[in-house]
């Protein structure tokens, strides 16, 4: 309570001025679960900014770039809505009419969403572990669906976007067995912790960051002279993130969950595999934003 008094009353935090994004979301839940359904409680969404029937969503064929969004603790997979819906939008006016100017094939942004329950990430490692598979068995599923006859412009890698722990999920999927390289090429990350965590309930949540951390940076940036640096694992870590992109975006002072500090990635991420930045530096944004705010902030 002191600490937050001396917050209010010294630090100048500015007020939220982010307008709503409105939108028309349509859902449609997509079987992703195995044989075992080891994963009753999760679910796989495809979002559509659309007044048509759920029944309707997937009578047309799938095409577009892949992307899934992953919610934070106790958050909602409809949390995607926000960003799809902003895409849709801006796609035509925004990267859809540079594509077009190039000749090349211009395709929008095709949103999916896992939704997790509402499970609290946060404060337990056995929920965090159940997700990252989750998540890594999805990405089979949105491949297969993205299929087509032309094979040239078939995708071959989903990006993820995951919001606070859903970043670290992101993240931690590259070092399971059963993941395949290059099914992912692309991480964007909103207010996730990957330099520290916001509480520290579970010491196995501590040890997980540890390890999701340990095996990029060996994979990133390996020690000279150590002996890690030439084993199989560090021969793994390579091979899979040597064509990854991380880009984690905090949400500046406004955040009082996560720190831009904590958005750090620099200890295992070199520049030219990514970079963190605050949403205050973000050229036409230069706002700040909350923790929940910097899914919806328009």
């Not at 290059?182 to 960051?209: E, F, W, Y």
């Not at 002072?253 to 958005?263: H, I, K, N, Q, T």
């Amino acid at each position: 309570v002191t600490l937050g008094f001396f917050w209010y009353s010294f630090v100048d935090v500015p007020p939220n001025i982010c307008r709503m994004t409105y939108m028309w979301p349509s859902y449609l839940r997509i079987s992703a679960t195995n044989q075992n359904n080891d994963f009753g409680r999760y679910s796989l969404f495809l979002y559509r900014e659309s007044t048509s029937p759920n029944s309707e969503l997937l009578n047309d064929k799938l095409v577009g770039i892949p992307v899934l969004f992953i919610p934070g603790n106790a958050g909602s997979g409809k949390q995607v809505r926000s960003i799809a819906s902003q895409s849709a939008k801006d796609f035509p006016r925004g990267i859809g009419s540079m594509l077009n100017a190039s000749n090349s094939n211009s395709q929008p942004f095709l949103f999916f969403a896992v939704d997790f329950s509402e499970d609290l990430t946060a404060f337990s490692s056995s929920a965090l572990s159940a997700q990252i598979r989750f998540v890594n068995q999805c990405l089979n599923t949105i491949i297969s669906l993205t299929q087509h006859g032309d094979v040239r412009s078939n995708p071959t890698s989903v990006i993820l976007i995951g919001h606070s722990m859903g970043g670290l999920v992101a993240r931690g999927i590259f070092a399971l067995p059963s993941f395949k390289a290059g099914t992912v090429r692309t991480i964007i990350t909103l207010a996730s912790p990957h330099a520290g965590l916001p509480v520290n309930v579970d010491p196995g949540l501590r040890s997980q960051l540890d390890a999701i951390n340990d095996f990029w940076r060996l994979g990133l940036m390996p020690r000279p002279g150590t002996l890690s640096r030439d084993g199989p694992q560090a021969a793994l870590a390579r091979q899979r993130l040597k064509h990854v992109v991380l880009v984690s975006i905090a949400g500046g002072v406004r955040d009082e969950l996560v720190s831009a500090r904590a958005c750090g990635i620099d200890s295992f991420c070199p520049a030219r595999h990514g970079f963190a930045v605050a949403t205050e530096a973000l050229g036409g944004a230069w706002l700040s934003v909350d923790h929940q705010a910097v899914l919806w902030c328009n």
